[in-house]
T-cell receptor
Framework: GIQVEQSPPDLILQEGANSTLRCNFS?????LQWFHQNPWGQLINLFY???GTKQNGRLSATTVATERYSLLYISSSQTTDSGVYFC?????????????FGGGTRVLVKP | GAVVSQHPSWVICKSGTSVKIECRSL??????MFWYRQFPKQSLMLMAT?????????EQGVEKDKFLINHASLTLSTLTVTSAHPEDSSFYIC?????????????FGEGSRLTVL
């Protein structure tokens, strides 16, 4: 099946700093989503971005499908940005378009 | 929006008992729902794909007799952990795709934390 790798695994930021999270995948995808998992475990949809660039407030994402990677940018980080960020993809060959998750990036923003 | 709700959020049960977790799409219909499992400090692992009106498709290594899935309507899927044991303690999360949607975007429930004593 498709492999998804995220880097870095852990990230410590000072409040106000910018950061870039990376997601590499091993095959062509027809779905790519970024999520933020809050301390209570809920997955918050950040972006649906199988290709191209999107922005939502301080967050933006870019997926270069031909090179099999996606980037999530966090600007002017806040303590509420802490949590785990997951990238998940599905391949056209995957039955039911099921999502495969990367290992996540654990982000801690310090005040 | 696209809201997916799970119930219960927390459940504690004794070893050997069965526990049912519900996943509902509140404002859309979902022909397909997915059940994931997450251990502490790990990623989400897909357990099974639930299709409305048909049998679920289980991922390799997932015991279908242990984790019973029923998708009886376009807004409800249930996961029943049968004869639960402490090693079944985990965080279970469901997701759903809007029926007829142009994109394949999935929406996730808030998760259900199971502790088996």
């Amino acid at each position: 099946g498709i492999q998804v790798e995220q880097s870095p695994p852990d990230l410590i930021l000072q409040e106000g700093a910018n950061s870039t999270l990376r997601c590499n995948f091993s095959d062509s995808v027809n779905n790519l989503q970024w999520f933020h998992q809050n301390p209570w475990g809920q997955l918050i949809n950040l972006f649906y971005i199988p290709s191209g660039t999107k922005q939502n407030g301080r967050l933006s994402a870019t997926t270069v499908a031909t090179e099999r990677y996606s980037l999530l940018y966090i600007s002017s980080s806040q303590t509420t940005d802490s949590g785990v960020y997951f990238c998940a993809v599905s391949a056209p060959k995957a039955a039911g378009n099921k999502l495969t998750f990367g290992g996540g990036t654990r982000v801690l923003v310090k005040p | 929006g696209a809201v997916v709700s799970q119930h219960p959020s927390w459940v504690i049960c004794k070893s050997g008992t069965s526990v049912k977790i519900e996943c509902r799409s509140l404002d859309f219909q979902a022909t397909t729902m997915f059940w994931y499992r997450q251990f502490p400090k790990q990623s989400l692992m897909l357990m099974a794909t639930s299709n409305e009106g048909s049998k679920a498709t289980y991922e390799q290594g997932v015991e279908k007799d242990k984790f019973l899935i029923n998708h009886a309507s376009l807004t409800l899927s249930t996961l029943t952990v049968t004869s639960a044991h402490p090693e079944d303690s985990s965080f279970y999360i469901c997701s759903a795709r809007r029926a007829g949607a142009v994109t394949g975007e999935l929406f996730f429930g808030e998760g259900s934390r199971l502790t088996v004593l």
